[in-house]
């Protein structure tokens, strides 16, 4: 018998036996998780999981620095610089601790964009969509209270920045949030609370909030790919058991991620500014760090830097607020990229605006930005996304159907030359038509603003009534020529006679 | 480890030459658990992530010994 169990563990590898021994221990194989399908074991299906990654990672050099760092206004900077300078490996672990905050972000805000794009928000991942959001705001949340711990003057210019926003937010929220905050206590109160938040509250919340995400993926599973309307799993590969399989990808994952994140420390090692004072903060420009420069870059836009800075924030809130409620206005059925060209091109256009506001921030700090500037710059963006995007879709409808564009019939060299001609002058009109209503919104959102603030006069009521207009003109136009595109590919359900004038039906 | 163990740990030189190592640990263990990984799946292990992790290594290498 002990002959033939010999036998047996000889024929088995190292890590086998070494894998069935935590097996037969801990029971990880039988049912811990539900398998993942094979079409999973793809990174981008695993960047939440690259987030949570990122989160063990603060909280370990997070708690090594918990050992020296001492909260208080005095003392703070000093504990930090003691870090840096005595403490060993320390000025590693604070550059580790900066950059995988960074990454944290980056990769929250990637798996956010990924399952928009592939519509993870459907039913019956609703909740997951939302307790997801929940995430993200807590991860910002964490970049927002960390930043100020240091006390260097950068971080408490910035920190500075983002709680006066916050007191421009509307009542009773704004109370809640300074309480929150700030309390009474002065910048002593202030580093306190944000201590506080930083290493319990914030942590608690999102451990709450992952263990309440991860029951709901035992339930649903991981959502399938974007191949069709009712995919058939038992096409798809075979299941992948957690342990160890899975987990070794997993763990393949974080070994690549702590190899970068090492590797971009050693590459751009942190260097800590000096310490705050208020002569130093009279000498520096506050700017936030760059996961809200886009926010910071839409209030220096004139017409919101003073009076219309409740505006500004609504917008940003608003925005916020739909992303969270997005599974409660993506009604649709279909989850295929190809078949949503509005709520894809909407996602493009944010990314894109994110990109631009960021970057056009650390170009400009403390400078406020001219209305026009604004206008032309965000709404050039949207603008050259919008085209990329329609024609995309153009490309790909064609492509997909097969369907020529409808001309009437004559010889073909002039068929392909009045197909070409109709084609640039879709293309023409249809960025005019955007452009007109980009500058149509900048100017109606400037007309209330300015009125809201001083008041009505004749002028801006004038320049708000034209704006409404060319708004709704650029609106009708973009249908219009989107309905006679359908109408030419046969997709037209329900006819609208106004917009087939002059068509040519045969 | 024991060559880490005989850094300066205070020193930025120092602390750069244990990440790049460290680095070198991680990625060699994350090439080793593809190759398993895809051995015992029964898939074809492709060479392309095994190159560009061997040259990554031994870029990482030469710049660990530079820094010393």
Redesign the interface.
């Known amino acids: 018998m002990s002959g033939s169990e010999d036998d047996h563990s000889k024929e088995t590898g190292l890590?086998e036996r070494l894998v069935g021994w935590f097996d037969s221990r801990l029971g990880l194989s039988h049912e811990l998780l539900r398998p993942a399908p094979r079409y999973s074991i793809n990174p981008f299906y695993w960047l939440g999981a690259l987030a949570v990654v990122a989160f063990v990672i603060q909280g370990i050099s997070g708690s090594i620095m918990l050992l020296y760092y001492v909260p208080s206004p005095a003392t703070a900077y000093a504990s930090t610089l003691y870090i840096f300078?005595?403490?060993?490996?320390?000025?590693?672990l604070e550059t580790v601790h900066l950059y995988t905050a960074y990454a944290m972000i980056m990769l929250a805000f990637m798996h956010m964009m990924r399952g928009f794009f592939v519509s993870v928000h459907k039913k019956p991942r609703e909740i997951m969509w939302v307790t997801g959001m929940g995430m993200g705001f807590v991860t910002l949340g964490f970049g927002f209270t960390g930043y100020l711990l240091p006390w260097t003057v950068v971080s408490y210019s910035a920190t500075k920045v983002g709680t006066a926003m916050i007191g421009a937010l509307p009542q009773p929220v704004s109370s809640f949030i300074n309480f929150l905050l700030v309390g009474n206590g002065g910048d002593a109160g202030q580093l306190l609370r944000f201590f506080d938040l930083h290493i319990v509250v914030l942590p608690a919340v999102l451990l709450v909030l992952l263990a309440v995400k991860m029951y709901m993926l035992e339930t649903h599973g991981v959502s399938e790919p974007v191949t069709g309307e009712a995919p058939d799993l038992k096409k798809h590969s075979k299941l992948?058991p957690i342990f160890p399989?899975v987990s070794?990808?997993l763990?393949?994952l974080a070994?690549?991620f702590?190899?970068?994140m090492?590797?971009i420390?050693?590459l751009f090692?942190l260097s800590l500014p000096v310490a705050y004072s208020p002569a130093a903060a009279g000498q520096s420009v506050p700017q936030p760090d760059w996961y809200f420069l886009w926010i910071y870059q839409i209030i220096k836009i004139s017409a919101f830097e003073q009076a219309g800075l409740s505006a500004a924030l609504s917008f940003v809130t608003l925005i916020f607020v739909l992303l969270t409620i997005l599974p409660f206005i993506d009604r649709g059925v279909t989850r295929r990229i190809s078949r949503r060209p509005w709520y894809v091109t909407i996602g493009l256009v944010f990314i894109a605006e994110v990109i631009v506001l960021t970057i056009w921030g650390q170009k400009t700090p403390g400078q406020v930005i001219p209305d026009a500037q604004g206008i032309l710059v965000l709404g050039g963006t949207a603008i050259a996304v919008c085209i990329i995007a329609f024609n995309t879709y153009r490309l790909l409808g064609r492509r997909s159907t097969n369907q020529p564009l409808p001309t009437p019939t004559s010889s073909p060299r002039s068929e392909a030359g009045r197909i070409h001609s109709a084609s640039i002058w879709a293309s023409v009109i249809f960025v005019a038509v955007l452009g007109l209503g980009a500058f149509s919104i900048g100017g109606l959102i400037n007309s209330i603003v300015v009125m809201a603030t001083f008041g009505t006069n004749e002028m801006e009521a004038v320049t708000l009534a034209l704006s409404t207009a060319a708004l709704a003109v650029s609106v009708v136009g973009a249908c219009f020529l989107l309905y006679r595109l359908d109408l030419g590919r046969g997709r037209i359900k329900r006819r609208v006679k106004v917009f087939e004038v002059g068509w040519n039906q045969n | 480890m024991i060559f880490l163990w005989t850094l300066n740990p205070v020193g930025s030189q120092s602390q750069a030459i244990f990440a790049v190592y460290l680095s070198i640990d991680l990625i060699m263990f994350a090439m080793v658990s593809y190759i398993f990984r895809v051995s015992k799946w029964g898939e074809e292990v492709r060479r392309l992530p095994l190159f560009a992790g061997c040259v990554t290594l031994l870029i990482l290498l030469y710049v660990g010994l530079a820094l010393w």
């Open positions: 890590v300078q005595n403490v060993s490996y320390g000025q590693f992948i399989d070794f990808y763990l393949e070994a690549l702590g190899a970068a090492l590797l420390s050693v090692p």
